[in-house]
């Protein structure tokens, strides 16, 4: 006897009044699933005479009850707990009693180490069926665990610094989240990214104090949230990110790059592979004119200066656009506001995308003006969506968005 209490003592079972007689393997199951498991047969008995119910020593023994119970095992072969619980009948009320256990919570037959362990291994990203396998148990267990486990809910109170964003959940659905610009918590999660969805649900779960109370909400340009954000928040300023911004001005200066490439018809030419394969260093603020490198494509060793003076010697209307572009970026880095809006006001339209890219700067112009003010940026809210695509990812995806969104406040919360 007592090493089976040794055994149970390692297996981290909490209860001395669990008495084991026989530990053993056999087959479970019927086809497919017939598999090895470790039992452990044991009974489950302590003294009781006060009926929990009606308060009088009424109770009577009234035999048993076979439960089996899944437990941590000290192997990868589940291990099952079968526990012969002591029942008792109360002459008093008439009600049957059942012996219990901290191991395993009432009318359960999977343990609370169990339990505890599906949680964790979900917190590491790993889809349902891999945890099931890790564990034992099937797949409708480790959901049914997980939904009562973790529960999402938005948060109770509003926060100072918002940050809105987008991300796919579940299909092609675009969902809405909202997280603390200041301590990065997951505020909201809504299924879609509709204004009404949105406007309701900051209208009917938060007051209009609370509402009043948010100073900032960092997002991108998304006209659409522009829309709504002055009556839900009408304190809040609008504050466009910065790399949303910098993305911009960097696609309207490759849509010119690629203009001007289509513009070359010998592709053997230096200008051509610079434009083509030397891309990048058209987004550096600060190209190397000092340190010679290697360049592939090329074959020739030169400063990133020499490679841009190839193609700016040549397109001297490109080389006004990649300027406007590194004196935008400059400024809007170092919060030079004024110069950033001397730039935008001066500018005269060139005819390529780059006009388009300013345009959109001068409708946005209060929130992009806060940008070049603030240090705030969406790059946590950014983080989070990018864990989010981490999460579908080893998951192999979604089909139930309420499982999903359980899972991700499991990992945002």
């Not at 099931?132 to 267990?141: D, P």
């Not at 938005?154 to 299909?171: V, W, Y």
Request: with cysteine; glycine share 4%; hydrophobic share 40%.
């Amino acid at each position: 006897m007592s090493q089976f209490n040794t055994t149970l003592s390692m297996l981290g079972i909490p209860d001395s009044n669990i008495h084991v007689s026989e530990v053993y393997d056999e087959y479970r199951g019927k086809g497919s699933r017939r598999h090895k498991v470790h039992v452990i047969f044991g009974e489950l008995s302590y003294s009781l005479k006060r009926c929990p119910l009606c308060g009088i020593e009424a109770l009577r023994p009234n035999g048993h009850k076979l439960t089996h119970i899944h437990i941590n095992g000290a192997t990868e072969i589940p291990t099952i707990l079968d526990l012969n619980k002591q029942r008792w009948w109360c002459d008093n009320c008439s009600h049957s009693i059942m012996a219990t256990s901290p191991l395993v919570d009432r009318n359960h037959s999977i343990a609370k180490g169990i339990q505890s362990r599906v949680v964790k291994l979900a917190r590491l990203r790993l889809p349902n069926k891999q945890i099931a396998l890790i564990l034992g148990i099937s797949q409708a267990t480790v959901q049914r665990i997980l939904n009562d486990k973790v529960k999402y809910h938005a948060s109770r109170s509003l926060p100072t610094n918002l940050c809105f964003d987008e991300f796919r959940s579940t299909g092609n659905m675009m969902s809405f989240i909202c997280i603390d610009g200041d301590t990065h918590k997951l505020v909201s999660l809504l299924g879609d990214r509709l204004n009404k969805t949105i406007k309701d649900f900051f209208m009917s779960h938060y007051s209009l104090q609370d509402r009043q109370s948010v100073q900032t909400i960092t997002m991108d340009m998304n006209a659409a949230y522009q829309l709504f954000i002055p009556e839900v928040f009408p304190n809040a300023q609008i504050i466009i990110d910065r790399f949303h911004i910098v993305q911009l001005l960097g696609r309207a200066l490759d849509q010119a790059r690629i203009a001007t490439l289509k513009q070359i018809q010998d592709h053997h030419l230096r200008t051509y592979k610079v434009l083509k394969s030397q891309w990048r260093i058209f987004h550096k603020a600060d190209p190397d004119a000092a340190r010679s490198r290697y360049f592939f494509g090329l074959n020739e060793y030169m400063t990133e200066q020499n490679a841009l003076d190839i193609v700016f010697d040549e397109y001297p209307d490109f080389k006004q656009i990649y300027a406007l572009y590194i004196a935008l970026h400059n400024a809007l880095m170092s919060q030079d506001t004024r110069a950033f809006w001397r730039i935008i006001d001066t500018y005269r339209p060139t005819g390529s995308a780059m006009d388009t890219a300013i345009d959109t700067l001068k409708k946005n112009r209060s929130g992009v003006l806060a940008a070049t003010a603030s240090p705030r940026s969406n790059g946590p809210i950014e983080g989070i969506n990018r864990l989010i695509k981490s999460l579908k990812r080893s998951c192999f995806g979604f089909s139930n968005q309420t499982n999903f969104f359980n899972r991700i406040y499991q990992q945002t919360a």
